[in-house]
């Protein structure tokens, strides 16, 4: 089945620095991935979503992702971290069959001024 | 307005007592969904409908039943709680279940036993 690994659950970044998340997803057919993410106390939040139209996604408050096949990975990059995007960042793989959508562990980004 | 609304947010309460969590989506969805969160932040489907039907079912204990009386509601009845129940549980809706389908989420019900 269908799964993606997010690496590190902690990643410190220093305010205006680059913002890198990590995803790599095991699929034998095309994925269709997305990035979510969860501010402190709230639900998720669809930051963007990868469905084959275009390598590079992007995404809300300056976010945005590249689908790299040669590297099964689908990487969550911003290029200046601001105090706002504190927050748990998760990637998502929906699941060819059952089409269930599954979770990676999640990062918690925390942000040094 | 909610999109995904979820009643209560908080809820505190002894082993063995059975509670409810309530879900409303007014985003016209016709699928709707239970998820955990663990302690570690760890996302799980518990269930699924899709016009109120029971289309997903993972390996959840019977003490967990869900109820959608309409398409808009999908609630959680959980019987006889467990330390190990703790957490915070989220519901879910969408349009479908298209692979590039996104769902959209409520802001979570933190349950805790204790």
Known sequence: AQSVTQLGSHVSVSEGALVLLRCNYSSSVPPYLFWYVQYPNQGLQLLLKYTSAATLVKGINGFEAEFKKSETSFHLTKPSAHMSDAAEYFCAVRRHGNNRLAFGKGNQVVVIP | ?114
């Open chain 2, 1 to 114: 307005d909610t999109a995904v609304s979820q009643t209560p947010k908080y809820l505190v309460t002894q082993m063995g007592n059975d509670k409810s969590i309530k879900c409303e989506q007014n985003l016209g969805h016709d699928t709707m969904y239970w998820y955990k969160q663990d302690s570690k932040k760890f996302l799980k489907i518990m269930f699924s409908y899709n016009n109120k039907e029971l289309i997903i079912n993972e390996t959840v204990p019977n003490r967990f039943s869900p109820k959608s009386p309409d398409k808009a509601h999908l609630n959680l009845h959980i019987n006889s709680l467990e330390l190990g129940d703790s957490a915070v549980y989220f519901c879910a809706s969408s349009q479908g279940q298209g692979l590039n389908t996104e769902a959209f989420f409520g802001q979570g019900t933190r349950l805790t036993v204790v």
